[in-house]
C-alpha cells in the first residue's frame, strides 16, 4: 500500500490550495510561503453589519487568495473547501463576541446548484462546522435566481438585486435563536444583510456571521 502510495503522490501531488505549488508531506493545505504572505486580516477582520451584529473574516480577498477562490468556485475545485474551513474556524473561535445556537450557510438557487454541480457555501459551513464539532442546518431557501453580485457595482445596485432573493425554510427551528450564517466572501455586504433580514424577520433573535474573505 506504501508502495501505492507513492506513486500516486509522483503522478497527483498535493498542491498549495492558494498558489498552486507543490506541497511537502508534513504541509497541511498550504504551503511555507502562503504562510507568510497571505493577506490575513487584524482583529478577525470584523465589520459591522446593519441587519446582522459582524461578521468576521480571516482573509482579504486579493492576490492568491482571489485565485484560489476563482478555482474553488468555477474551476470544481470543491476540496479546497476542507483547508478553508479550518482557516474559518480558527478565525470563528479567536473572536470573543462570537456566540451561536445553530451554524447556517447562504444557499446557491437551483439553477446555479445543478450548473455547478455543489454549493460553495454550503461546503464551507460544513467543513468549519466539522471543525467547531458542530453541524450545519439549512435555514434559508434561494427560489428565484438572480443577476451574480460581482457583476454589479456599488452597494444599493446590490442590495436591490438580492431584495426578496431569499425565505426561510423552517421558522420554528431559528425562533429565538442566535444564527451564525457563512458565506464565501463579503463585499458590500448586501448579500449577508438580506439573508439577515429574513431569518430576523422569521423570528431568529439575533445574526452574526463569518465570511472566509472580505473585500478592501
Given at each position: 500500500?506504501k508502495?501505492?502510495?507513492k506513486?500516486?503522490d509522483?503522478?497527483?501531488?498535493?498542491?498549495?490550495v492558494?498558489?498552486?505549488?507543490?506541497?511537502?508531506?508534513?504541509?497541511?493545505?498550504?504551503?511555507?510561503?502562503?504562510?507568510?504572505?497571505?493577506?490575513?486580516?487584524?482583529n478577525?477582520?470584523k465589520q459591522?453589519?446593519?441587519?446582522?451584529?459582524?461578521?468576521?473574516?480571516?482573509l482579504?480577498?486579493r492576490?492568491?487568495v482571489?485565485?484560489?477562490?476563482?478555482?474553488?468556485?468555477?474551476?470544481n475545485?470543491?476540496?479546497y473547501a476542507?483547508?478553508?474551513?479550518?482557516?474559518?474556524?480558527?478565525?470563528?473561535?479567536?473572536?470573543?463576541?462570537?456566540?451561536?445556537?445553530?451554524?447556517?450557510?447562504?444557499?446557491?438557487s437551483?439553477?446555479?446548484l445543478r450548473k455547478?454541480?455543489?454549493?460553495?457555501?454550503?461546503?464551507?459551513?460544513?467543513?468549519?462546522?466539522?471543525?467547531?464539532?458542530?453541524k450545519?442546518?439549512?435555514?434559508?431557501i434561494?427560489p428565484?435566481?438572480?443577476q451574480a453580485?460581482s457583476e454589479?457595482g456599488?452597494?444599493?445596485e446590490r442590495?436591490?438585486?438580492?431584495?426578496?432573493?431569499?425565505?426561510?425554510?423552517?421558522p420554528?427551528?431559528?425562533?429565538d435563536?442566535?444564527?451564525?450564517?457563512?458565506?464565501?466572501?463579503?463585499t458590500?455586504?448586501?448579500?449577508?444583510?438580506?439573508?439577515a433580514?429574513?431569518?430576523?424577520?422569521?423570528?431568529?433573535?439575533?445574526?452574526?456571521?463569518a465570511?472566509l474573505a472580505?473585500?478592501?
Amino acid at each position: 500500500m506504501k508502495f501505492f502510495s507513492k506513486i500516486l503522490d509522483i503522478l497527483f501531488p498535493l498542491k498549495c490550495v492558494f498558489c498552486a505549488r507543490v506541497l511537502n508531506t508534513d504541509d497541511d493545505g498550504w504551503c511555507d510561503k502562503c504562510t507568510e504572505n497571505l493577506p490575513f486580516t487584524d482583529n478577525s477582520g470584523k465589520q459591522d453589519g446593519d441587519t446582522f451584529d459582524f461578521c468576521v473574516s480571516p482573509l482579504y480577498y486579493r492576490n492568491n487568495v482571489r485565485k484560489s477562490f476563482l478555482r474553488y468556485k468555477f474551476k470544481n475545485s470543491s476540496g479546497y473547501a476542507l483547508i478553508y474551513g479550518r482557516l474559518l474556524a480558527d478565525c470563528i473561535r479567536e473572536t470573543p463576541e462570537m456566540e451561536y445556537d445553530l451554524i447556517t450557510w447562504v444557499p446557491l438557487s437551483e439553477k446555479h446548484l445543478r450548473k455547478r454541480g455543489y454549493d460553495q457555501a454550503y461546503l464551507l459551513a460544513e467543513a468549519a462546522a466539522v471543525e467547531l464539532d458542530d453541524k450545519p442546518v439549512k435555514t434559508l431557501i434561494k427560489p428565484h435566481d438572480v443577476q451574480a453580485q460581482s457583476e454589479l457595482g456599488d452597494k444599493n445596485e446590490r442590495s436591490a438585486n438580492i431584495k426578496g432573493a431569499y425565505i426561510a425554510s423552517d421558522p420554528e427551528f431559528i425562533k429565538d435563536k442566535t444564527v451564525l450564517l457563512i458565506d464565501d466572501i463579503i463585499t458590500t455586504g448586501s448579500t449577508l444583510s438580506e439573508c439577515a433580514k429574513v431569518l430576523l424577520a422569521a423570528g431568529a433573535k439575533r445574526i452574526v456571521c463569518a465570511t472566509l474573505a472580505r473585500g478592501e
